[in-house]
């Protein structure tokens, strides 16, 4: 390939197939746009119908191709038969999403057992079972592939008053850079997307006003990241022409906020 073509070739994901889980969401949502943006066919996942049409139209309307699977992230039996209809429908799948995620601000002697199994659930066995499902297929077509999972600030430095939520990222960072090494051999690519504070459904009960004053004094570009400053880094992930050297990553993108301590 002359180095024109590469250069132009670097971030496209024309014939590529994108499964996003967690892309009803606002964060996995602007990504799954992104990824439509650069040639995907996206399959956006979650339960809320109402949301994913909405992204649906946003994605068609920039004539991008895209799909919505009701899917429970915790089943293993759900996810399966979502993996088979992106086989029926989109005839393969090339970039897995693991974006899922419930969060809570419950003070620690408070956690309930039924609170901390919820999101347990959600953010980490959501995340295995994603993993094996999808990294197994990833595995057994043969053409290698990318899985990105969300990760957080919280899983690379504990935040205060997000516990449960801190102790499910943290176990995300770590399956995945051990997926990466297990599945380097077969060219399957696993990374870890780790945004720093990003308004959304999931922490808006969180991000109370002495909260969100403390997090700007740490963070050196004064501001809330917007969803779509998450696309770059995903088509780098997500792209084999872009990304291709890239496993085991921990990509963070958060306006400087792990680079301030004092
Ligand atoms: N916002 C931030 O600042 C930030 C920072 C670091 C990491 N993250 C991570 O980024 C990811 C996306 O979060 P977000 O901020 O965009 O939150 P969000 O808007 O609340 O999106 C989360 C999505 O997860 C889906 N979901 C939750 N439980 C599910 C389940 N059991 N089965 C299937 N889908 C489920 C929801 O879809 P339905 O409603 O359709 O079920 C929802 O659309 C999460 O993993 C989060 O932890 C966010």
């Known amino acids: 390939m002359n180095p024109s073509d590469y250069l132009s070739s670097l971030f496209s994901l024309t014939g590529k197939v994108a499964v996003v889980i967690g892309g009803t969401g606002e ?13 995907a066919e996206v399959v956006l996942v979650g339960r809320n119908a109402d949301k994913a049409h909405a ?20 089943s293993k039996a759900e996810l399966e038969a979502l993996r088979d209809a992106v086989v029926a429908r989109s ?38 079972l994603g993993c094996q499902v999808f990294g197994k297929h990833l595995v057994e077509q043969g053409q290698g592939g990318s899985i990105i999972n969300l990760g957080s600030m919280s899983g690379v430095v504990p935040l205060s008053r997000v516990f449960t939520y801190s102790a499910t990222k943290g176990a995300v960072h770590n399956l ?33 006003p002495d909260r969100v004053t403390s997090i700007m004094g740490h963070t ?16 780098l992930l997500a792209s084999d022409g872009a990304g291709s050297f890239i496993t085991g990553e921990e990509l963070i993108v958060d306006g400087g906020y792990h680079a301030m301590t004092i």
């Open 27 to 39: 964060l996995c949502g602007a990504m799954a746009e992104g990824l439509a943006g650069a040639g």
């Open 220 to 235: 050196p570009m004064k501001r809330f990241g917007e969803a779509r400053e998450l696309i770059g880094a995903t088509l």
């Open 91 to 128: 005839g393969r799948i090339d970039i897995v999403i693991n974006g899922a995620g419930v969060n809570s601000a419950t003070p620690y002697f408070d956690i309930t057992e039924e609170e901390f199994d919820r999101i347990v659930r959600v953010n980490l066995k959501g995340v295995f």
């Open 176 to 208: 995945s850079l051990n997926l990466a090494r297990e599945w380097a051999p077969h060219k399957v690519r696993v990374n870890v997307l780790v945004p720093g504070f990003f308004p959304a459904e999931q922490n808006r009960k969180v991000l109370t």
């Open 55 to 74: 992204r649906l139209a946003k994605i068609s309307g920039a004539g991008g191709k895209a799909w919505f699977h009701s899917a429970e992230a915790t």
